[in-house]
């Protein structure tokens, strides 16, 4: 059933407008509110709780003076996630944050960064609060600076509440905490009006804000849990890699049993590094990666210059690689469509990495550690690389790649096109294509694909082929000639005739 749930916030702006200072006075406040002095945040995100006016709330005096807010009052925040991981986060499809607070310097108003800022929370669909920094700086003209701020605001589309629009705006100081406890109340409106709403007893679902190896506690994701609750002991998988909840830590690095909507919390127990922005709950064979996949490797191949797929794998034991080597195989069958350059066992090195970039490859990893200076090396060499931790899901995107490869033609090689200039009735059913060859040549051999538009409407064969009044086995780039075709197709003037042969 679902319920409220607190709000979760990321901050986004320009560098030096107080971001981070923000940040760290909200997250001391409420470690001091909370009698953690000395416990330092663990992960990149926490939560906050929160009274009416706005005043963070702890757990000794506050309780004893009935302060202590519902579920309803608390707030999470995003701390890691700059302008690229926002951006990696967004275009993977995973709204993260409900609201996004754009911290501007009273002194600088909009910059390069605050602009990208606005287009990233505007793309993203997310509630906007402004928060204008450094408010307490000698020697400002508060009024003529926050008036200005409002006017670049609204040439960037984000019209304030006091010039019609629906966008709050807030005067705050990072460093002395001035305004703060006024932004948080206003956190609280705003994720009134919206009513964030999830349900504990759903299956858990959330996104990676943060992802690692560590060398003592292996892969660990920070995951935001926007739906469902999390239970330690649970089989996941996190964008295409599983896991079994081996533990679950809070901000504060405490063990957990459960996590619900809104809750930030880390994950180990994973059989390897999740990308930023992989959803809890989903494979990466979404219909739009795989889609993004195929494309990469199809625009690798022209660039190449080649209609064979090189490849080399890296699977955990000999068996697997043994599985994955003959299911490629099979690709093979009619001609040669994949080729493995390498295959081995053991984790992703850098050598693999520089191997595929060398030789046009792409990296497929089955089961195996892949670190992020690798994906950095893959990355800067411009070489694709996958991972699975389930073969048919391998096996599944590499038919893909084939399939979408004969379909587009990088798989054959094109003898010749003409163009279909005029048809002429001949006998009681049949008509001849008049044509002129446009390029290369076309014989009565191999097979021809009729093409109107980009569409191709069938393929066929040539049954007759006269150049005038002869039959002729062969016409060149220019030639004009006549085709009859079996089995018939329905083509029209102004169709090509591509003549092919698949390879």
């Known amino acids: ?21 923000l940040l760290d006075f909200i997250r001391k406040e409420a470690v001091a509110a909370s009698e953690h002095g000395g416990i330092t945040q663990a992960i990149g995100a926490y939560q906050i709780e929160v009274g009416d006016g706005g005043q963070v709330i702890g757990d000794s005096e506050d309780k004893k ?73 000698p020697g400002i003209n508060k009024v003529a600076q926050m008036e200005k701020i409002k006017k670049q ?15 709050p705006i807030v005067e705050v100081s990072a460093k002395t905490g001035l305004g703060v406890d006024k932004l948080l109340e206003i956190i609280q409106l705003v994720a009134e009006v919206n009513e964030f709403k999830g349900d504990p007893s759903a299956p858990a679902t959330g996104v990676v804000v943060e992802s690692k190896l560590d060398k003592n506690k292996g892969p660990i994701a920070t995951v935001i849990i926007q739906n469902g609750t999390l239970k330690k002991g649970e089989a996941v998988v996190i964008g295409g890699v599983i896991g079994k909840v081996r533990g679950l830590i809070d901000y504060l690095g405490k063990q957990l049993d459960s996590a619900g909507p809104s809750t930030p919390i ?89 191997l595929a970039s060398s030789t046009g490859a792409i990296v497929v990893g089955f089961n195996v550690k892949v670190l992020n200076q690798i994906l950095k090396i893959a990355e800067t060499e411009g070489v694709l690389l996958r991972s699975y931790n389930i073969i048919y899901e391998l096996i599944e995107e590499i038919d893909a ?9 990088a798989l054959e090689e094109i003898y010749g096109t003409a163009q279909i200039i005029a048809e002429f009735p001949y006998g009681k059913n049949e008509k001849i294509a008049g044509c002129k060859v446009l390029d290369g040549f076309i014989t009565k051999g191999p097979k021809v694909k009729i093409i109107r538009g980009e569409e191709i409407i069938g393929e066929t064969k040539i049954k007759s082929l006269k150049k005038v009044k002869d039959e002729v086995t062969r016409v060149e780039k220019s030639d004009e000639c006549g085709m009859m075709f079996e089995p018939k197709i329905d083509f029209a003037a102004g169709d090509l005739i591509q003549s092919f042969r698949t390879i």
């Open 266 to 354: 880390e994950i180990l127990g994973l059989e390897g590094v999740p990308d930023v922005g992989a959803e809890l709950g989903k494979t990466t064979s979404t219909k739009e990666e795989k889609k993004a996949v195929v494309t990469s490797i199809l625009d690798r191949l022209k660039k190449d210059d080649t209609s064979v797929l090189k490849v080399v794998i890296r699977a955990d034991v000999a068996g697997s690689l043994e599985a994955i080597e003959d299911a490629l195989e099979k690709f093979n069958e009619e001609a040669e469509h994949i080729k493995i350059i390498a295959a081995t066992t053991g984790d992703l090195t850098e050598n693999d990495v520089k």
């Open 401 to 409: 790649v084939v399939e979408e490869m004969l379909k587009v033609g």
């Open 153 to 167: 605001l609204s040439d960037r589309e984000v019209l304030v509440e006091e010039y019609g629009g629906d966008v």
């Open 1 to 21: 059933m679902e319920q409220k749930r607190p709000p979760i916030i990321t901050i986004l702006g320009h560098v030096d407008h107080g971001k981070t200072s």
């Open 65 to 137: 003076n009935n302060l202590k807010p519902t579920t309803n009052n608390l707030i999470t925040f995003i701390d890691t996630p700059g302008h690229a991981a926002f951006e990696k986060m967004r275009s993977r499809g995973a709204k993260v944050a409900d609201i996004a607070v754009l911290v501007v310097a009273i002194d600088d108003g909009l910059m390069p960064q605050t602009i990208e800022a606005i287009k990233h929370i505007l793309a993203a669909k997310v509630a906007m609060i402004v928060a204008v920094n450094k408010i307490d700086l």
